[in-house]
Every structure is written in structure tokens, then in C-alpha cells.
């Protein structure tokens, strides 16, 4: 039988290894969007009028830096 505290170690080391994978996740997709930017990457969207525009991703993407970190 294995002691309890083993099984605790178990699911701490677990939880560790999830969060990296997030973590590698996280960091893949930031990787993603540094690449689309530096290629001057941007959308279509549609404004209230239903007419589309053009938004670049920098301008977006430099509102929100430094946030969630």
C-alpha cells in the first residue's frame, strides 16, 4: 500500500507539470502572434455601419501589453 503522503507528492508533481504545459501553451501562441505582427499581420472586421475596416493587430495588441503578466 502506498503511504498517502506519496500519493500528495504524486498529484502536487502533476499539477506542476500541468501548469508548465500551460504555460508552453501560452508562451507557443504568444510566439504565434509575434509572428503574424512582425509579418504585418491585422484583420477585416466590420464597424457599426457594416462597412469593413481595417485594424492593425499592433495597435490592439499594444493596448493590452503588460497586462495578465
Known amino acids: 500500500m502506498t503511504p498517502y503522503l506519496e500519493v ?3 498529484d502536487r508533481q502533476l ?3 500541468q501548469l508548465r504545459l500551460t504555460q508552453v501553451q501560452a508562451d507557443e501562441l504568444l510566439a ?3 509572428l503574424y505582427r ?3 499581420g491585422g484583420w477585416q472586421s466590420q464597424n457599426s455601419a ?3 475596416t ?3 493587430l499592433a495597435l490592439t ?3 493590452n501589453e ?3 503578466q
Open 54 to 56: 481595417s485594424t492593425p
Open 32 to 34: 504565434v502572434i509575434a
Open 8 to 10: 500528495l507528492d504524486s
Open 15 to 17: 499539477f506542476e507539470a
Open 50 to 52: 457594416g462597412m469593413e
Open 61 to 63: 495588441a499594444h493596448k
Open 38 to 40: 512582425a509579418l504585418g
Open 66 to 68: 503588460g497586462k495578465g
